[in-house]
């Protein structure tokens, strides 16, 4: 039995092989790592026989084997996620609703560059990357794109908190834009949270209090010159339970839904005889723990309204 | 060895379907007046059903017993109908027959059980349609086809709404032939004996008695052919050739009065019964298709398909859909049950999910035992 080699040739074949198998492949990178990381973590102990396929040393249990089985897996996923944030920078953000947002001005050339750099900062944290998880796969979804020009069409509650209460005269397309942006923010909230010696999966998800946010924007705004301050303080308050001691932008509130609808988005899935759709059944889930998650009970019920009315 | 018992299951499927027709065709050529050509194919390919579901019941017999399933097999498995539908049928059926057209044997008439072992054949021979249930699990595109639940609880139904039709109608023939129900072989066979009676009346002369059989043959035209006893045929209906191509044994009946033979045409009996068993085969195997394709669908649409969803929901921790819920159908024990599962459980399941479960893989054990002996 060889000892444990942090290079070992097989497991970075098992670990790519393993990202690549059909109850995967549709997955966004960060998800296929948490469902990966997910079996390792629940069926350890009765992987010794395939960690001994992989010549790794089971004479002291499962977890330092299973460790470096998850390094290899994260260090795929790192490659994979940095593939698709470029996919996700170059053609899906395009920073449309910068001159509405930032009086009249288009958004710097460095923009994207700074957001990307605070992406990998996330990612490379273990809270905040476990957000991005549900960030990234909400942004490379269009899952954005189907609801907002629906919402818009009905001029009801999500129309009015943009237009009229946040006073955002964006097009449809552009706060598409926007939401994207927020989502991708996000996950910086929690890069000044303290993992734990395991993490919690749901840290990122974790509603975070006002005051806490104040005090880490200047930290963040320092990293991203180019991006108003104004602007990344969306990405960070859509981490604000909803309703909670202050106000929150809709725009916030709508980020905060979609990073965690792309948590629980699963593209392959297939919808069984006598089971509703997947945005349905999800929003009105959803409507009923809104407390509880600290997410906008009403904008939830015109969402669901919109994916029921259109099959979703 | 999967493969060959795959292949054979898929044979016995084909023969089914093929077997049904061909109950059918039977019924039919006797009503179309086929050929004795086309009626002779017929009856051999019967005989060769018949031996084939005969061989495939004493081997799904013989192996149930082997692994001291037997009366599993017999009883809940169906395998009465298997039975019903194969050695019965050979040996009542299409086995005589087929030995009759090799002797070139005739029927005799006036004997009354005929026409009711008749009968009774042929209700049993209905039970060849529940064979279809077997078939059903072929239909894939089917909504219920996948769910056992669904699949056992229409094939019992069918089961029993087959069996009343069939049990029915030999209890019919039965109180037929006892004359507690008043069939029409019993008047038919009487008039062929008066009609024997008088032709013999005409005396032993061939010129007499050939006039004598062509009036009464006028007015009964199932009258084929008189002759004196051991002489010659004084009077036909047909030339000789048109009963080598349109009689088979059982197709005619023979009576023997005062040194006279008369020979009958016994088909418009057999008509009789012919259109009766298509009219009770088309009905048996409508309620059948309509257990299948109108029942079923419902069934899975109300009971097994929400129940399948939330088993799902439950068993599985990354499964989140809601069961759709009818609105005409919400107050159903089913559906309310769905709704309590969509309005709490559900919900629940979400919070403890966010309480550090987080999603359940997706992937299983052997997937990875799998790719780990191929990297």
Known sequence: ?312 | MRKVGEALEAVVVVAIILVLVHTLLDDYSILAGWSVRGRSWIIWAGLGFDLFFTVEFLTRFYLALSNRQGVKYFFRERGWIDFLASIPLLLLNSLPHALALLAGAGLVSGLGSFLNVLKVIKAVRIARILRLLRVVKLFRGIRYARSPMAQGHVSTITTIAVSILVLWTLGASVMEGVGIIPGIEGPFSQGQVLRAAAITEAGPQPAALAQRAAAIAAVDATILVVRSQGGPVVWSRYAPAYYGEYFLPGDYGYLQSGGVEVFFDERPLAVSVAREGIVFFVAVVLTVLAFLFVYAPRFALQISDPIHVMRRGMAESDYNLEVKIPRERAEDDVFELAALYNSVYLPLKDRLGNEGRGPAPALKIDDLQDLADKS
């Open chain 1, 1 to 312: 039995m060889r000892a444990v080699d942090s290079t070992s040739e097989p497991v970075s074949r098992f670990a790519s092989r393993l990202l690549e198998t059909p109850a995967l492949r549709a997955l966004a990178a960060l998800q296929k790592e948490e469902q990966a990381l997910n079996v390792l973590r629940i069926n350890g102990p009765q992987l010794l026989p395939v960690f001994t396929s992989l010549g790794l040393d089971v004479s002291r249990g499962w977890r330092e084997p299973a460790a470096l089985i998850s390094r290899a897996i994260r260090g795929n996923v790192d490659r994979m996620m940095a593939a698709e944030i470029s996919d996700l920078l170059s053609a899906r953000l395009t920073f449309s609703f910068f001159p509405a947002v930032a009086g009249g001005r288009q958004a710097p050339a460095r923009a994207k560059e700074e957001l990307r750099a605070l992406i990998s900062r996330a990612a490379a944290h273990p809270v905040a990357r476990s957000a991005l998880a549900g960030s990234l796969a909400a942004a490379l979804s269009d899952i954005i794109e189907k609801y907002i020009p629906q919402a818009w069409e009905r001029k009801k509650y999500l129309y009015v908190e943009i237009t009229r209460v946040q006073r955002l005269a964006l097009s449809p397309a552009d706060l598409s834009d926007l939401t994207r942006f927020v989502v991708l923010v996000r996950p910086a909230a929690y890069l000044s949270i303290t993992p734990g010696e395991t993490v919690d999966k749901d840290a990122g998800y974790a509603p975070l209090q006002e005051q806490y946010l104040s005090k880490i924007l200047p930290g963040i705004a320092s990293q991203a010159r180019s991006l108003p301050g104004a602007l990344l303080n969306l990405g960070l308050r859509s981490t604000l339970a909803f309703p909670g001691a202050g106000s929150v932008e809709a725009v916030c509130r709508l980020g905060a839904i979609m990073s965690m609808r792309g948590r629980a988005l699963s593209p392959a899935v297939v919808v069984d005889r006598g089971a509703d759709t997947p945005d349905k059944s999800w929003f009105n889930v959803q409507r009923r723990n809104a407390r509880w998650h600290g997410l906008d009970g009403r904008m939830l019920d015109e969402l669901y309204t919109i994916a029921a009315e259109n099959g979703w």
